[in-house]
């Protein structure tokens, strides 16, 4: 809880973008744009033989064209005991189409490198197609990824990763939405959907001042999923 504070109290300094925790990614790139995010997950489980996960995040990034941004992201994670620094991600989304009276949807790729600072944990390389559309009522983004480990703890298939969110515009200021997080496992020897990690939940989207934020609760829809999830994170672009 201490690195929790930590991370809240840095994000409070300075703080409409939010933290890659358990995230539905946006592929819109605004060039000069500053971005600072923090925020963590809570993943509980009613068996009492399974330990909760947490994991805390902070994320600072920026867009040096209109069509690329780049992001460095830092976790910890928690099981047992105090946390631990898990992982160094380095994040880069390319925007290759804009909605307008043209194109229905924004469409980009998100190409990442994860170094692991755990023992047992090997780094990943990942790639994900981000898109949206907007409308005058709903905001909605799908992600769709792959990753793959490596190094000498690797291991060598495939794993699928799904990601969808609709937003309700209820005001600028104030979106609730419903988020689905999906994670296939391995694609090489696809398991069934029990065995598979998928969960869902409302999330709340919105700011107040110049902080960005969302909250969200989520279910677990498969055996393999936590039985409830909660996240938080806050951001700040400038």
Do not use: C
Not at 111 to 140: C, F, M, S, V
Not at 154 to 160: I, K, T, V, Y
């Amino acid at each position: 809880m201490k690195l929790l504070a930590l991370f809240l109290s840095a994000s409070l300094v300075s703080w409409p973008a939010v933290a890659g925790v358990l995230s539905v990614s946006s592929p819109d790139v605004k060039q000069g744009e500053w971005s600072v995010e923090t925020g963590m997950s809570w993943e509980m489980h009613d068996d009492s033989e399974k330990d909760d996960f947490r994991e805390y995040v902070f994320e600072i990034g920026y867009s040096p064209t209109y069509f690329w941004n780049t992001a460095f992201e830092f976790s910890a994670e928690q099981q047992e005991g105090n946390a631990e620094y898990g992982v160094m991600a380095w994040k880069n989304t390319l925007q290759f189409v804009k909605q307008n009276s043209e194109f229905p949807l924004s469409a980009g790729l998100r190409l990442q490198y994860e170094k692991a600072h755990l023992d047992g944990e090997a780094d990943e390389i990942a790639a994900r197609l981000l898109l949206r559309h907007q409308n005058k009522i709903l905001d909605t983004r799908f992600n769709i990824g792959v990753e793959r480990e490596i190094g000498s703890d690797a291991e060598s298939d495939l794993a699928g990763d799904v990601r969808a969110s609709v937003r309700y515009k209820w005001s600028d200021d104030f979106k609730p939405a419903i988020d689905y997080l999906g994670d296939t496992g391995s694609l090489h020897h696809l398991q069934d959907f029990e065995n598979q990690d998928h969960r869902i939940g409302p999330v709340l989207y919105g700011s107040f001042d110049d902080i960005s934020y969302e909250a969200g609760y989520l279910i677990g829809l498969s055996n393999k999923a936590s039985d409830q999830t909660l996240k938080i994170a806050f951001g700040l672009s400038f």
